[in-house]
């Protein structure tokens, strides 16, 4: 009968693997939200240029002293103004992206902390069984040499 060396089984094995996917789908998440508040940033920086533009167009015309007629006028002030409740619309939208954006992340730092203390953990009990089985194996020298040396005679 062979003697087989025992070997580390960490009980909480499934638990890491767990929380290694939770922080997979976390990561994941975490990116998707990023690549959201970038979009909502390009998004609102376009529609930003866009009023900037129509500005600068109207205050051109002014300056040359055109003659713009009062409904032209008034529908250039509706598009502007509806242009800035767009503006504000996508910086409501880009906060609230960047909210969660936010809560993904301290979600994902979370897991990881999580990660790292089972992790620290599966090593102290590595080295616990490993300084275990180094004590049993030296007993068993013992034991060996014991049953192997001669037996005095008085």
């Given amino acids: 009968m062979a003697d087989r060396e025992p070997r580390f089984k960490y009980r909480l094995d499934p638990l890491m693997r767990l929380r290694a996917t939770e922080r997979d789908v976390l990561k994941a998440e975490a990116a998707q939200a990023a690549r959201e508040v970038e979009a909502k940033a390009r998004e609102l920086a376009e529609i930003g240029r866009s009023i900037e533009r129509a500005?600068?167009?109207?205050?051109?015309?002014?300056?040359?002293?055109?003659?713009?007629?009062?409904?032209?006028?008034?529908?250039v002030?509706?598009?502007?103004?509806?242009?800035?409740?767009?503006e504000a619309r996508k910086r409501r939208e880009l906060e609230t992206a960047a909210q969660k954006e936010s809560g993904v992340r301290s979600k994902l730092q979370l897991k990881?902390?999580?990660?790292?203390?089972?992790?620290r953990h599966k090593d102290k009990q590595r080295r616990q069984f490993e300084a275990v089985l180094g004590r049993?194996?030296?007993k068993s020298a013992d034991d060996q040499w014991l049953l192997m040396r001669p037996k005095r005679t008085k």
């Fill in 55 to 75: 500005q600068v167009e109207l205050r051109a015309l002014y300056e040359r002293g055109s003659d713009i007629p009062v409904d032209a006028q008034l529908r």
């Fill in 77 to 86: 002030q509706s598009y502007l103004s509806l242009q800035r409740e767009g």
């Fill in 112 to 119: 990881q902390r999580d990660a790292k203390a089972l992790e």
């Fill in 136 to 138: 049993s194996q030296i």
